[in-house]
Structure formats: structure tokens, C-alpha cells
């Protein structure tokens, strides 16, 4: 199971971190990632982690602004979202990808992943 929690209405500029809670599977065996969705559009990848914590991959579009981290002890990733803008505003998910540990291309394509978080909303006011 994952769970996303930390969303919320904020201001553009301002910072939110969220967090996904896994439970179910050895969390420190798989690659997670981040994904959003706002209405009328395709769900886009946002971030991805290795399995170790090692390697990171982010979209062009939040590159600079948002940080993906993972504690394997807490069996816990986190997204720091900072400088928020309202183009930002989507449902986020958090997706495990039980068949990586390391990072690829694959884990920027939702496909990749094999079991997906009920989604927290973000939503940034201009």
C-alpha cells in the first residue's frame, strides 16, 4: 500500500513537502517516482528515486524547484516542492517500481510502474 499525505491550497512562491508511506514489500528493494495529473490532461512524470537513494530523475519542468528523497528506514519518499507555481497545481501520486532498483528512462513512463497511491492534491494560487 501507498499513501500520499502533505498536500494542500498554498501561494504561488511558497513550499510544500510530500510525503508517501509504503507498506506491503521491502521498500529498499524498488525505484519510486512521483507523478502528477491536473484536470483534462494526461498524467506527467514529476520525479523518480532509486531503490538506494543514489539516483534521482526529474522532469525539465520542476528541475531546480523540487527534490525527491527517500528514507528506506521509514519506508518513506518524500517530494520537497519549492517555488510553487500555480502550473503546478495537479493531483500528485506516488508509484513503486517493484522490477527496478536502478534508475532509467523507463521510470519517467507511468507504465513502469506496477502500484500506485490513492493521490494527494496540490493546489498553488497565482
Known amino acids: 500500500e501507498l499513501v500520499e499525505s502533505g498536500g494542500g491550497l498554498v501561494q504561488a512562491g511558497d513550499s510544500l513537502r510530500l510525503s508517501c508511506a509504503a507498506s506491503g514489500h521491502t521498500f529498499s528493494n524498488y525505484a519510486m517516482g512521483w507523478f502528477r495529473q491536473s484536470p483534462g490532461k494526461e498524467r506527467e512524470f514529476v520525479a523518480a528515486?532509486?531503490?538506494?537513494?543514489?539516483?534521482?530523475r526529474y522532469a525539465d519542468s520542476v528541475k531546480g524547484r523540487f527534490t525527491i528523497s527517500r528514507d528506506n528506514d521509514k519506508n518513506t519518499v518524500h517530494l520537497q516542492m519549492n517555488s510553487l507555481k500555480p502550473e503546478d497545481t495537479a493531483v500528485y501520486y506516488c508509484?513503486?517500481?517493484?522490477?527496478?532498483?536502478?534508475?532509467?528512462?523507463?521510470?519517467?513512463?507511468?507504465?513502469?510502474?506496477?502500484?500506485w497511491g490513492q493521490g494527494t492534491q496540490v493546489t498553488v494560487s497565482s
Open positions: 528515486i532509486s531503490s538506494s537513494g543514489g539516483s534521482t
Open positions: 508509484a513503486a517500481d517493484f522490477s527496478r532498483r536502478r534508475l532509467s528512462t523507463a521510470q519517467t513512463m507511468s507504465v513502469s510502474y506496477d502500484f
